[in-house]
Nanobody, 119 residues
């Protein structure tokens, strides 16, 4: 069955960096667009970033543009999110999703990894 398992969440100081990962299994990872979505405490879901099948095209939400970088390793079935210049408002549970676009939506989600930005 499809599984998405995030890892790498941690407590980081403002201005710091962190990389979170998502290990995918149960489907042909290289054939799907993938996205990161986050949920801050007490707030709704926010789409963060997406990447196409080959990794050559990426998109970012305005709040993270220029600070976060999404990437993927199709040989390792792994999705990454490199987060730099972290701010307290980046504190959230970060989810990895298989994204099938507007018609089918994000059909599989991981359980999330918690990133806390605080001094």
């Amino acid at each position: 069955q499809v599984q998405l398992v995030e890892s790498g969440g941690a407590l980081v100081q403002p201005g710091g960096s962190l990389r979170v990962s998502c290990a995918a299994s149960g489907f042909t990872f290289s054939m799907y667009y993938m996205s990161w979505v986050r949920q801050a405490p007490g707030k709704g879901l926010e789409w963060v970033s997406g990447i196409n099948t080959g990794g050559g095209s990426t998109d970012y939400g305005d709040s993270v543009k220029g600070r976060f970088t999404i990437s993927r390793d199709n040989a390792k079935n792994t999705l990454y999110l490199q987060m730099n210049s972290l701010k307290p408002e980046d504190t959230a549970l970060y989810y990895c999703t298989r994204d099938r676009g507007a018609l089918y939506g994000m059909d599989y989600w991981g359980k999330g990894t918690l990133v806390t930005v605080s001094s």
